[in-house]
């Protein structure tokens, strides 16, 4: 499955950004989905997940962030509020389809996803 992120940019402390990713060329609805995300000079981090029936945060976008996804578009989506100076960072999304997505806490870890799309860059100013 080819993977296409997009709706970063820059943003104020406190504001709000939606991202979106766009699939193309698999059976979309048989896919985890996850987001991670890259600060500069850091590891790609785990920021969220879904299923067909679970979501799945880490613990420092809980509350602020949330998935969705629309399989009749092939796109999953994350909403992101209330951001912070800490949220800028290259967010990729990736589509897991191996046989460990039936568990979604499993979906934490970069290995699980096969597919990756090219990242969108956030930048939030404090």
């Known amino acids: 499955v080819q993977l296409q992120a997009s709706g970063g940019g820059l943003m104020q402390a406190g504001g709000s950004l939606r991202l979106s990713c766009a699939a193309s060329?698999?059976?979309?609805?048989?896919?985890?989905m996850g987001w991670f995300r890259q600060a500069p000079g850091k590891e790609r981090d785990f920021v969220a997940a879904?299923?067909?029936?679970?979501?799945y945060y880490a613990d420092s976008v809980k509350g602020r962030f949330t998935i969705s996804r629309d399989n009749a578009k092939n796109t999953v989506y994350l909403q992101m509020n209330s951001l912070k100076s800490e949220d800028t960072a290259v967010y990729y999304c990736?589509?897991?389809?191996?046989?460990?997505?039936?568990?979604?806490?499993?979906?934490?870890?970069?290995?699980?996803?096969?597919?990756w799309g090219q990242g969108t860059l956030v930048t939030v100013s404090s």
């Open positions: 879904i299923s067909w029936s679970a979501l």
């Open positions: 990736a589509a897991a389809s191996g046989l460990r997505r039936y568990i979604i806490a499993t979906m934490g870890n970069p290995e699980e996803y096969d597919s």
């Open positions: 060329g698999g059976t979309f609805s048989r896919y985890v």
